[in-house]
């Protein structure tokens, strides 16, 4: 089959596939070669992406509308009839190895959330219904909700063949039909060039430690789509239709060649349905005219449903929980595969919206969308080859059926199901114990992360030790004019206090605040002195004029108002509790937990925390230590401790670590703890000017940047310098 079927005399596409690749492999050598400066492709990429997705809505709807409007309703009840039990076989299929391969991945689950999470992690069934239900196909069509327009067009082809006179409709929707392969004809001449731009602009800018990172979602990605493409769907094909597995991949080579060639599975679609008539022909003489209605139908109608390239999204979703740390709840584990189905029904266009509804719906950081969108011209392959093998299995099945050819063998039902899926059940076994456990690594990477270079250029750092000598000021002077002054910006800080203030594993002293206090430094253009504190002399140091700020997640309390300034409060965090996991269900309500005989709490030597655990649980033994570490763990595992008190940001970091424990927000506690930085009450214009920067750094991304890397644990992608040949390797520099 050549491009003259689809409206256009172009070469056949075995050469337009022998330049698309040579248009790929130029493009990696530019990438690879020039770096960052071949994003200069980017929008030479997104023109040729945007003109072949221009037309896709205008054919969907035109064939939907058009080839149901056709058909009488008994052939469409026969196709919905035949189809629906053929679609049901599919989708058993594909999602039961990929949902059990998924359940190898270690997540973790939030046991039990406070009022507040469970609010937060509430399924909105409103957003899921204005996916799917057309109330306004204007709307839809504007939001991108591709799953609505489709059932919105089904709906009307249904209805259309109920009414007389249609021919007028009918032919212009035929109309829309050839007019929009006529375009795809044309733009696809230029695949080798939009080929180019994408690879191009991809290898040039893509983060090598993003690869990294991603290397294991991306060999489940392809090894589960290889499995699924060459293994299961052609096996249960030939197993129902008595085609050999040679037969069925000699009838797919063109439509996959062709829609690897241009990213676009409906151009496989004309391919799909000719090979089903053809094989039918060879089987009966004259299969009828309905026979051929009963295929193009149901090849456009499975178009948008058999997208099953999509469950694939289940697989990246599922790695992001475990990459990002991210707790769900076992309603959610449930409800994911299913979401999943609906949200990703329609075209490629829906993948990207359907990892962005779900990242919503779970709540996960903004980057999972991002990163997707980095990975979609890769992992955009395994989806085609999918779907069209699932366009095959539902067109030849349904085809067949209706002539009553189906066949069955148990030998290839149990070589090409059960098999390769007792096979995905081992690897589910393999990596659920050979797969590190997510806390483990999450804690790992956080020990390794450093404060920006980008922050520390041109600031000069002293860090002094307890009982080494810091820089004196004027005591009655506001700090601002002193810090101006001394070109010294002197900060008080408690390292025992992480993701706040803590020392990495080079022994570099990092963490939110840490990174703030540069970012002050660099806008004031003065140097940094960092002066450890003990949290019980915390008050007096700062009253004695020991340094200018105070950092380390200090909580603001009604006590030091009275003695000290505060800024803005930049953070809060509610009051949690770890426990073994097998004992923390009994800690789900602060006022239970009161009437506890023998209650003892472990907590850190805290002049805020203490007395707070000490007004709620009056009668309770608190065990005080300087920091949490092994001792706190051993003493909740041997039951020494009930639990372990801090707020929910800090102890959820100590506690990834530990396998053992979990953590809870408890109801009817104190409201959540605020923090913010601490300074001399004398000095009024340094607090104005530190409210205001405060409010200039969430406005300028600054903020975001650092809640994102040392509260959330996301990977600063700007510390990884892009490699490149002109670079690296020439020594040319830009």
């Not at 709807?61 to 052939?75: M, T």
């Not at 707790?327 to 919206?353: A, E, M, R, Y």
């Amino acid at each position: 089959m050549t491009f003259d079927k689809l409206g256009t005399t172009n070469p056949p596409h075995h050469r337009l596939l022998i330049r698309v690749i040579i248009g790929a492999l130029a493009g990696l050598f530019v990438g690879i070669f020039f770096g960052p400066p071949a994003k200069v492709l980017q929008p030479i990429g997104h023109i040729y992406v945007m003109l072949l997705q221009s037309v896709i809505y205008p054919y969907l709807i035109s064939a939907l509308i058009s080839n149901l409007g056709k058909a009488p309703p008994s052939l469409s009840f026969k196709i919905f009839k035949i189809g629906g039990l053929v679609y049901l076989g599919l989708i058993v299929a594909v999602y039961s190895v990929t949902i059990i391969l998924g359940l190898g991945v270690p997540l973790p689950f939030m046991t039990i959330a406070h009022p507040g999470n469970l609010a937060s992690h509430a399924f909105s069934y409103d957003s899921l219904l204005v996916l799917l239900i057309p109330a306004n196909v204007i709307a839809s069509l504007a939001d991108n909700a591709i799953p609505a327009v489709i059932i919105f067009s089904i709906l009307f082809g249904l209805t259309l063949q109920h009414i007389e006179k249609k021919e007028t409709l009918l032919n212009t929707l035929d109309t829309i039909k050839a007019v929009s392969l006529k375009f795809w004809g044309w733009v696809v001449r230029l695949a080798p060039i939009g080929v180019f731009a994408l690879l191009g602009n991809i290898a040039g800018t893509v983060e090598v430690y993003h690869l990294v990172q991603l290397a294991e979602f991306l060999i489940v990605f392809f090894g589960l789509a290889l499995v699924i493409v060459f293994w299961i769907l052609p096996g249960l094909t030939s197993t129902f239709t008595g085609l050999s597995y040679r037969e069925i991949f000699r009838e797919l080579k063109s439509p996959i060649i062709l829609s690897l060639a241009t990213t676009l599975t409906i151009v496989s679609l004309p391919m799909i349905q000719a090979s089903a008539k053809k094989l039918i022909r060879k089987r009966i003489e004259n299969p009828g005219k309905e026979s051929d209605e009963l295929i193009d139908t149901t090849a456009v109608v499975s178009f948008p449903f058999a997208q099953l390239g999509g469950v694939l999204l289940y697989c990246y979703i599922i790695f992001c929980l475990f990459y990002f740390n991210h707790p769900v709840t076992t309603t959610q584990k449930f409800l994911l595969p299913i979401i999943n189905f609906f949200s990703s029904i329609g075209t490629t266009n829906s993948l990207i919206d359907s990892v962005e509804f779900m990242a919503k719906w779970l709540h996960l950081p903004e980057v999972t969308t991002s990163l997707f969108v980095s990975m979609l011209p890769i992992v955009i392959y395994g989806k085609i080859f999918i779907s069209v093998m699932a366009y095959t299995f539902m067109t030849y099945l349904v085809g067949f059926n209706y002539h009553r050819l189906l066949t069955f063998s148990w030998l290839k039902f149990v070589w090409y199901f059960v098999v390769p899926l007792l096979l995905v059940i081992a690897a589910t076994i393999a990596i659920r114990y050979w797969t590190p456990r997510p806390g483990a690594e999450v804690s790992k990477r956080l020990d390794t992360f450093e404060i920006s270079p980008a922050l520390k250029q041109g600031v000069k750092t002293i860090i002094l030790k307890p009982g080494q000598p810091a820089p004196t000021v004027e005591r009655k002077i506001d700090s601002i004019y002193a810090i101006q002054k001394t070109g010294i910006l002197r900060v008080g800080f408690n390292a025992n206090n992480k993701p706040f203030v803590f020392y990495n594993d080079k022994h570099e002293l990092v963490g939110f605040d840490v990174a703030m206090m540069y970012a002050l430094a660099r806008d004031l253009n003065v140097d940094i002195v960092f002066i450890p504190f003990k949290w019980y002399n915390l008050v007096n140091d700062i009253q004695a004029n020991k340094f200018d700020i105070a950092i380390s997640g200090i909580y603001v309390t009604d006590q030091r108002l009275q003695e000290v300034y505060f800024t803005k409060p930049y953070m809060k965090s509610p009051i949690a509790f770890a426990a073994p996991k097998s004992s923390i269900r009994d800690y789900l309500d602060a006022n239970t937990i009161a009437t506890m005989k023998n209650l003892t709490i472990a907590s850190l030597h805290d002049p805020v925390m203490v007395p707070l655990l000490k007004q709620n649980f009056p009668n309770a033994k608190i065990l005080q230590s300087q920091r949490f570490d092994k001792t706190t763990a051993n003493q909740l595992n041997s039951g020494e401790a009930n639990f372990a008190a801090w707020t929910q940001i800090q102890l959820n970091i100590w506690a990834l670590k530990h396998p053992n424990i979990a953590t809870i927000v408890p109801t009817h506690l104190a409201a959540p703890l605020l923090m913010a930085y601490m300074i001399n009450t004398n000095s009024e214009s340094f607090l104005s000017f530190l409210n205001y920067w405060l409010t200039l750094k969430q406005d300028d991304g600054i903020f975001n940047d650092a809640y994102h890397h040392w509260i959330l644990v996301e990977p600063d992608i700007k510390l990884q310098k892009r490699w490149n040949i002109l670079n690296n390797l020439i020594g040319v520099q830009y």
